[in-house]
């Protein structure tokens, strides 16, 4: 069973638009949370991480993310897209189970058109 | 600057053979991971280790075994590839613990005909 949930595998927006990808979480227990980006013909990138602290994070290119522990939830979100924010978006959840292991969401494959 | 680095990018082979696919990183990181990544499931883990000769079975680990002999290098293997293990596969590694991150390979593309 998928333990990170992201709640749209495709995206289409226009740029300028507010972007908002939801990720949701079924671990208790302290966790890491990461944000990855993969563009096309690309290898996976770090866009953002929370580690503990402030649970909005801002990572590269105008990316944030809010911490909800509450809700165990982990959304990204960016004001206004740009074209260059097409590629896929993967949620990723650190925690230890006999072992530091990451879990990864589904993906959410985002395309902005120009 | 941190580096994972995967033998090849592009893997054909065929049926029954025995395939390795090598990852080496130069950070002296002692957690080691293999992921399959597919369309519409993400990223899975096969197998990880956090030392050497250590080994873990991850969330897909059937039809794989896993080798690390040496900490910088984490071999997966498959022991008679089969069509269905067709897909993009991503080694990564990190520190032990908490509040540390994963850094990624460029993955190799694996076709089995």
Sequence with gaps: AQSVSQHNHHVILSEAASLELGCNYSYGGTVNLFWYVQYPGQHLQLLLKYFSGDPLVKGIKGFEAEFIKSKFSFNLRKPSVQWSDTAEYFCAVRRYTGGFKTIFGAGTRLFVKA | ?113
């Excluded at chain 2, 090849?8 to 991971?33: A, I, P, W």
């Excluded at chain 2, 075994?65 to 910088?72: L, N």
């Design chain 2, 1 to 113: 600057d941190v580096k994972v680095t995967q033998s090849s990018r592009y893997l054909v082979k065929r049926t029954g053979e025995k395939v390795f696919l090598e990852c080496v990183q130069d950070m002296d990181h002692e957690n080691m991971f293999w992921y399959r990544q597919d369309p519409g499931l993400g990223l899975r883990l096969i197998y990880f280790s956090y030392d050497v000769k250590m080994k873990e079975k991850g969330d897909i680990p059937e039809g794989y075994s896993v080798s690390r002999e040496k900490k910088e290098r984490f071999s997966l293997i498959l022991e008679s590839a089969s069509t269905n293990q067709t897909s993009m596969y991503l080694c990564a590694s990190s520190l032990q613990g908490l509040n540390t991150e994963a850094f990624f390979g460029q993955g190799t593309r694996l076709t089995v005909v």
